[in-house]
């Protein structure tokens, strides 16, 4: 085993016999990088390592199989290279070798597929590295109520990173360890977030104990137009000083000095109160989001009791650059677009139907945190049914996804045909969501691999009960 640069490199021949070899480099590796599963480590270098031996034999090549170990500040990284035929795109992948790799899909952060020319192919799994959660940490708990509280002593602020901690800690008062967003346990995450740029924390802080009392975020996605609020957490012993709305304020004050477009919010539908904060600031409902949270989430320190089924949202928006827009949707959803369009206040237009042209783009991604996969369809193409099915067989049968969410962009022609596709495999009609895709908006479906039981859904606003009512009778349908 030969060490250079924080990384190890081992070469077996291509032989089972090498197995336990390659398990006991992966495991150790994995030890010296500061996890502590051994047994999950040979697990998947059991499965890459016959895996390759797999593809050698079909290539009939006796290619040697070099394992590399290495890590930089977020992940653990193990690849697995050999000098037999290249890879195609990984959308060409062979489906056999998708499912053959269950143990390392469901462990590992990212899997990329690296063809290196002359040099061979390389198979190289990502793991995030473990990092010191709050409880870790040699740090006072508070476990008594704070004596003299007073609204004076309250400033509202961007984030000191000095007090990254404060925040897992106030996460953890309130959630519990149910939070769903698990990166809001590690200081070190929130640090390095915001300091990226990709979560924007503003913070209540009690000036008179130096003590953080609230925490509001915008998180800026990959595409810079959109943003969402969330992240929300106040002190239970700082509770009728109004801290949560003047959160919100700044907040969105930072969203108009990004230049974001449109910032989205899913408030519970397990209580009126966040949807009742969200109309007050002026963001309308666009969409619902049947089954997005785990149900683990527990809301019992904030006084209220968590559902026996996966938590449904509003999917809200606050637009914040309103040009008008040309959009292609199909006939029997012209009605509650437009309803949608003059509830957020959103001018537009419909185009005429028309023919997909050139080739689909289709993204989608599994976040197991939360259970759920996402589809994002950036243009429509005349590939679109080989790449959308492509894209469900992977969250539905691999990744296992609960819930699984789509996104059509409504900017360009062709829809119709595209949305009798998704209908056919389930799909259903949830909503409408300006900007999300680089900026066009997009209709958005969803499909249920559980069942939600509408009538536990409390909608505040007469439109909120609208969408409500529209999408239910579209869910039924699907599941007929």
Known sequence: MEQKA???SLIVPADLLALRTVQAFVSESADLYGFEEKTRFSLIAEEAFVHHLSRLKREDSDSPITVRTSADEKYFIISFSDKGMPFGSEKELDRFDKTELAIIRANCTRLDWVNHGKGGKEMRILISRPQKDITQYELPFETTGVKTVSSENIVIERLNTEYCHQISMLIYKTYGYSYPNDDLYYPETIKRLNETGKLISVVARDVSADRIVGHYALEIYDNPCVAEFGQAAVDTDYRGFGILIRLRDRVEKAAVKQGIHAVFSQPVTSHIRTQKTNEKFGSRVCGISFGLVPKELNFRKMGIQPLAQRETCMLCVKVLEKGER????????????????ENINLPFQFGPEGEPEGAASVDSNFYPNWGFGKISVLKIGRDFSEKFSEAVFELRYIAKADIIFL???????????????????????????????NGADAIRFEYMNTLIDTSRIIAYSGFAKRILKFCSEKMREALM
Request: hydrophobic residues 50%; aromatic residues 14%; charged residues 15%.
């Open 6 to 8: 924080s990384s190890f």
């Open 326 to 341: 040309t959009v292609f949707v199909p006939r029997e959803y012209e009605e509650i677009v437009s309803a949608i369009y």
């Open 407 to 437: 996104d059509i962009t409504v900017n360009c022609p062709g829809i119709s045909k595209a949305v009798g596709l998704v209908e056919q495999k389930g799909f259903f009609f949830v909503g409408l969501a300006p900007a999300l895709l």
